[in-house]
C-alpha cells in the first residue's frame, strides 16, 4: 500500500499563490473524486481544508481550493498568508482503505 | 462542539499489547465512522483502521491486519483501538478522527495519544 507522492516542500511569498501536487494511481486519486487535504501545525491535530477534491468544509477560508487531473490532485492556497505556513497531507479513498502522501512543509517566505 | 479525547497510550514491550480509547462528545456518535490514523515521530499521517457507525464495516491497513482490532461501543460513545504483537515500528502519536468511511473524509480529529514500542 504506496503513500500518495507529495512534494516535500513548497513555498511563497506573502500574498502569492503556492499549488502542492499529489500523485496517486488509477487506484485511489485517478479512481475516485474522494480526494481530501488536512493541513497540520507542528504538534497539533490534523484540520480538513478540502474534502471531494474542491469542497471546503465550513469556517476554511475560500483561499484555499482543490482540483484533480488524472491521477494527480492539487490543492491551491491564493493570497498566502504567514498562518498557512504548515503541514499538508493529502488523501484519498481507495477502495476498502484509505491512503495519505508524505505531506508537504509549506513554508511563507 | 465535537470533542474526541484519546487515551491508553504508553511505553510498551515489543510483543506486547495496548489497548487505546477515544471518548466522543458534541455529535451523534451512533451516526458517525470512526477511523484511526497514527503519525510516526518527524513522519507523515499514515491510515490505520476506520469502522461504520454500527459496526458492521470494518476496514484496516495491511500493516496492522491481524494484530489492530477496532471496536466501538455507540452506548459509550467510545471507539478503541485493540494493539497486540506490537513492533518498534507501531511507535507512533495514534489519532482518533469522525467523519465518512465511504469517502474516508475525516471532519474532527482528536490530539492523539502517544504509544512508543521499546524495550
Known amino acids: 500500500q504506496s503513500a500518495l507522492t507529495q512534494p516535500p516542500s513548497a513555498s511563497g511569498s506573502p500574498g502569492q499563490s503556492v499549488t502542492i501536487s499529489c500523485t496517486g494511481t488509477?487506484?485511489?486519486?485517478?479512481?475516485?473524486?474522494?480526494v481530501s487535504w488536512y493541513q497540520q501545525y507542528p504538534g497539533k491535530a490534523p484540520r480538513l481544508m478540502i474534502y471531494e477534491v474542491n469542497k471546503r468544509p465550513s469556517g476554511v477560508p475560500d483561499r484555499f481550493s482543490g482540483s484533480k487531473s488524472g491521477n494527480t490532485a492539487s490543492l491551491t492556497v491564493s493570497g498566502l498568508q504567514a498562518e498557512d505556513e504548515a503541514d499538508y497531507y493529502c488523501s484519498s479513498y481507495a477502495g476498502a482503505r484509505g491512503v495519505f502522501g508524505g505531506g508537504t512543509k509549506l513554508t511563507v517566505l | 462542539e465535537v470533542q474526541l479525547l484519546e487515551s491508553g497510550g504508553g511505553l510498551v514491550q515489543p510483543g506486547g499489547s495496548l489497548r487505546l480509547s477515544c471518548a466522543a462528545s458534541g455529535f451523534a456518535f451512533n451516526s458517525n465512522d470512526m477511523t484511526w490514523v497514527r503519525q510516526a515521530p518527524g513522519k507523515g499521517l499514515e491510515w490505520v483502521s476506520a469502522?461504520?457507525?454500527?459496526?458492521?464495516?470494518?476496514y484496516y491497513a495491511d500493516s496492522v491486519k491481524g494484530r489492530f482490532t477496532v471496536s466501538r461501543d455507540n452506548s459509550k460513545t467510545t471507539l478503541y483501538l485493540q494493539m497486540n504483537t506490537l513492533r518498534a515500528d507501531d511507535t507512533a502519536v495514534y489519532y482518533c478522527a469522525e467523519g465518512l468511511m465511504n469517502t474516508m473524509t475525516w471532519d474532527n480529529w482528536g490530539q492523539g495519544t502517544l504509544v512508543i514500542v521499546s524495550s
Open positions: 488509477s487506484s485511489d486519486v485517478g479512481g475516485y473524486n474522494y
Open positions: 469502522i461504520s457507525a454500527d459496526s458492521g464495516t470494518i
